[in-house]
């Protein structure tokens, strides 16, 4: 079968197709037949060597979709032939994929494959940064900046879904309308020279209480003079380093909190992802589909997630 392994940290050429034997599931796992593999942009700096590094070679990837070829002993949950996407550092840049049952996921018939590969990582992220971390609630306003990649479109769905007053940014029209069909009360440029009176329009002066952050080296400092008191800024990306005036947190009482699906704990990504399923189910959560690009050209993915103007997510298909 064919795979992507990263034998040296380095820039999107290190990358390179391979062959490799076809894996077989041990006790409590499941063989899946991938049909699509997501792209985030955490696979590029960890193929950097810049975060997260893994022991090399490596087979890089987290979310994917597909259906189970076969199971080993012990698995009573899932059977051949269902429909799955996973969640895991299982390598999912490849033909096939053995996974643990707790990394493997029913995908609803109403979710495509690509959109099944564009859950794990955005939608679990989305979720935990607004109701985990944000502590996002029904009647408040959250402001989602960057709402028109992966984790935005996720987040901007999972707002609207859940009572909160959503402003969406992008930074391209075609992104902007993108965010307005997401369901986002309102809509702005984030380039834009009177960005911040157009959102203290939108907010009749209160502020946001929830921030969303995507580029927090960009952004972070501004995002301080935005929140209402006891708002809360969710650092979800960032590129390099902020600086913030501290002075800004301080007669507002407000918070910078990080998040990171890596330190957290299983019970609570099972039930995420069980609300997650929930959505795709009841067609809540409609993942969006940017590019579809072929395995083999897994370094023009690399390229494409980091490029300006994001617009949905970026899949992989054997």
């Given at each position: 079968?064919?795979?992507?392994?990263?034998?040296?940290?380095?820039?999107?050429?290190?990358?390179?197709?391979?062959?490799?034997?076809?894996?077989?599931?041990?006790?409590?796992?499941?063989?899946?037949?991938?049909?699509?593999?997501?792209?985030?942009?955490?696979?590029?700096?960890?193929?950097?060597?810049?975060?997260?590094?893994?022991?090399?070679?490596?087979?890089?990837?987290?979310?994917?979709?597909?259906?189970?070829?076969?199971?080993?002993?012990?698995?009573?949950?899932?059977?051949?032939?269902?429909?799955?996407?996973?969640?895991?550092?299982?390598?999912?840049?490849?033909?096939?994929?053995?996974?643990?049952?707790?990394?493997?996921?029913?995908?609803?018939?109403?979710?495509?494959?690509?959109?099944?590969?564009?859950?794990?990582?955005?939608?679990?992220?989305?979720?935990?940064?607004?109701?985990?971390?944000?502590?996002?609630?029904?009647?408040?306003?959250?402001l989602i900046h960057g709402a028109s990649g992966g984790v935005g479109t996720a987040a901007v769905q999972l707002a609207f879904a859940h009572g909160l007053t959503v402003i969406g940014t992008a930074g391209t029209e075609k992104g902007r309308v993108l965010v307005r069909d997401q369901g986002a009360h309102y809509v702005l440029d984030h380039h834009a020279k009177d960005f911040d009176q157009q959102l203290s329009a939108a907010t009749q002066g209160k502020g946001v209480d929830v921030i969303i952050e995507m580029l927090s080296n960009v952004n972070l400092g501004k995002d301080l003079k935005y929140l209402a008191p006891h708002g809360r800024v969710v650092t979800v990306g960032s590129r390099g380093k902020a600086e913030i005036d501290p002075r800004d947190l301080f007669l507002k009482q407000t918070d910078i909190r990080g998040t990171s699906l890596m330190t957290v704990p299983e019970p609570d990504l099972a039930g995420i992802h069980a609300a997650i399923v929930a959505g795709l189910g009841n067609g809540v959560l409609r993942p969006v589909i940017g590019q579809e690009i072929p395995l083999a050209d897994a370094a023009k993915a690399h390229r494409a997630v980091m490029e300006a103007g994001a617009y949905g997510k970026i899949v992989l298909t054997p």
């Open positions: 079968m064919k795979v992507i392994r990263v034998h040296q940290f380095g820039d999107p050429d290190v990358l390179k197709l391979e062959n490799s034997p076809e894996p077989a599931p041990g006790a409590g796992q499941v063989l899946v037949a991938m049909k699509a593999a997501g792209v985030n942009p955490v696979d590029t700096y960890i193929r950097s060597g810049i975060y997260g590094a893994r022991p090399l070679p490596y087979v890089p990837g987290t979310d994917g979709a597909g259906v189970i070829e076969a199971a080993g002993s012990g698995v009573t949950r899932y059977r051949v032939g269902d429909r799955v996407y996973i969640y895991g550092n299982v390598g999912t840049y490849a033909e096939k994929v053995v996974a643990a049952t707790s990394q493997v996921f029913p995908l609803p018939d109403k979710a495509s494959f690509s959109q099944g590969a564009a859950i794990g990582v955005p939608y679990a992220t989305a979720y935990y940064a607004l109701f985990a971390r944000g502590e996002a609630r029904e009647g408040e306003t959250v």
